[in-house]
């Protein structure tokens, strides 16, 4: 074999070397590219499981929490609930003695006594029950305070075709001891007066407070604040009032007036309110001549 061709045969095989060389490159590169997208995949999709995974544990952390709470809650509104129940029924059985109590002072006031062989016989009949009576009192209350409630009643006709009444409310009490009371307020019956139960009397000396109601049914309590911190109810019977006709069975509806208005309608209505009719057999009989 001559120089020339040994070096041909050199150069063919380098030639080959090196397109083999080429192939494998071109084969690797092939083969990597799929092989590191793959694993780009595998590491995006771990990732985001991962992260999932951390979201659902906080999701039902949350969750736990939540449920936790709602039965706090639920056991506190249960507690609230039968908290109210408990309440309601206390002043349901309250106002049923309440109203008891008050039928028993009415009927106490209004109860004749029993005739008896000195009333047979001609004697005075026994004093008529008083208007007001003192319920209660707390601290030292002075000796011989007894203020008198006073109501004044107007009748005038409603824009229904009824008749409402304008009550003015005034507290009667001795020159000397008007200094001594530093509040006055009118309670009326929530049961019947459903609008408005309380009236603040104003200032002295009569310690005004007005109201317009539809008909009387109930009493007032009266609560006096002293100066010196000493408190006192009077139960006062305003249904014995001039003003009020025979008292009806409906729900009384209270609502609020002040009391210039109701003096106005006093002043205005006082001359045109008709005379109650006389009743002939009232009348005395004189004797035939």
């Not at 985001?48 to 506190?76: C, F, M, P």
């Not at 109210?84 to 106490?108: G, H, N, V």
């Not at 209004?110 to 000195?118: E, S």
């Not at 409630?149 to 229904?160: M, N, S, Y």
Request: proline share 8%; net charge neutral; charged share 30%.
């Amino acid at each position: 074999m001559t120089m020339d061709e040994k070096e041909r045969l050199e150069a063919e095989l380098s030639a080959l070397e090196e397109r083999a060389r080429s192939q494998r490159q071109r084969s690797m590169l092939v083969t990597l590219v799929p092989v590191l997208l793959t694993a780009l995949i595998v590491v995006y999709f771990a990732i985001d499981i991962s992260r999932k995974n951390v979201e659902i544990y906080d999701t039902r952390r949350a969750k736990d929490e939540l449920d936790q709470r709602l039965n706090e809650g639920q056991a506190k509104l249960d507690a609230v609930e039968k908290s109210r129940k408990k309440l309601e029924d206390e002043t349901r059985r309250l106002e049923d003695r309440k109203k008891d109590l008050e039928a028993y002072l009415r009927s106490q006031r209004t109860a004749a006594p029993p005739a008896t062989a000195g009333a047979a016989a001609g004697a005075p009949p026994a004093a008529e029950a008083p208007e007001s009576v003192v319920l209660a009192e707390e601290g030292k209350v002075p000796e011989g305070l007894r203020p008198t409630p006073r109501a004044k009643v107007v009748q005038r006709p409603d824009t229904h075709g009824g008749t409402l009444f304008d009550v003015l409310l005034s507290l009667d009490v001795p020159e000397a001891q008007k200094d001594s009371i530093k509040r006055v307020v009118y309670e009326l019956n929530p049961v019947f007066y459903i609008s408005k139960s309380e009236l603040i009397g104003g200032g002295a000396p009569s310690f005004e407070a007005a109201a317009t109601v539809n008909t009387c049914k109930s009493t007032v309590i009266t609560k006096i604040e002293l100066s010196d911190g000493s408190r006192m109810e009077i139960d006062y019977d305003w249904c014995r009032a001039d003003g009020w006709p025979q008292k009806r069975q409906d729900k009384q509806v209270v609502q609020p007036a002040s009391p210039k208005e109701v003096m106005k309608n006093i002043e205005r209505l006082s001359p045109s309110i008709p005379k109650p009719p006389v009743d002939i057999a009232d009348q005395p009989q004189r004797p035939p001549r």
